[in-house]
């Protein structure tokens, strides 16, 4: 694709992302799983965890678009493009769990998409070994993240869990495949303020 292409198209993904119900390719990991009995007060507590990953998933697609619109090489591009496929089926599955469970999404994710957006034009712009190298330290981050749910969720609430768990198998998968492809290691400086960053939008995201 042209530029011109390639813009239309991010475009256009901003808008299904923010705005459409998403369609995932594989199946639903928490569908065999039975739903548990759980508290108003633990059904919330599991809403809002749910919903900052939404969130999460929102931020990967903005993230993933601005890094494939400007990578350089065209094998990091399809790298880049596939890891964003997977992350739409994170994205309708945290969306389906949230409904499950009575919640709803961050009011804030046309923010959060065009936040993580400039974030990944910037990665791609410095080269495909720091686009790498900032895709799998977000992935590792992510990871770290999603152990923490699962410590966090309801005990009983085996549904998100299992959500949670293939969500965390396929950021590990990322990751490894962009150390792989040639990702460099960030500057502490530079994690520490992604982390930052993360923590921010994951105290706003569960409230707002």
Request: proline content about 5%; hydrophobic content about 45%; aromatic content about 6%.
């Amino acid at each position: 694709m042209n530029p011109l292409d390639r813009f239309i198209t991010t475009f256009d993904l901003g808008l299904r992302t923010v705005f459409a119900t998403p369609h995932a390719s594989r199946p639903y990991p928490a569908a065999a799983a039975p739903e548990a009995e759980m508290s108003e007060a633990e059904k919330a507590h599991a809403a809002a965890l749910m919903r900052v990953n939404h969130v999460g998933e929102v931020c990967a697609q903005a993230l993933y678009a601005g890094q494939a619109l400007t990578a350089k090489n065209e094998k990091v591009r399809g790298e880049l493009e596939q890891a964003a496929r997977e992350e739409t089926d994170h994205l309708a599955w945290c969306e389906q769990r949230i409904n499950e469970l009575g919640g709803r999404k961050s009011l804030l994710n046309p923010l959060w998409f065009g936040g993580a957006f400039g974030m990944g034009v910037v990665a791609g712009l410095l080269g495909d070994k720091w686009n790498l190298g900032f895709l799998a330290e977000t992935e590792r981050q992510v990871e770290a993240h999603l152990d923490g749910h699962l410590q966090q969720l309801p005990e009983a609430d085996a549904k998100s869990r299992a959500v949670v768990e293939q969500m965390k198998t396929d950021e590990i998968k990322h990751a490894q495949t962009a150390v792989d492809h040639g990702g460099a290691p960030l500057p502490l400086p530079v994690k520490q303020a992604m982390r930052l960053a993360a923590n921010v939008m994951r105290q706003t995201a569960s409230r707002i």
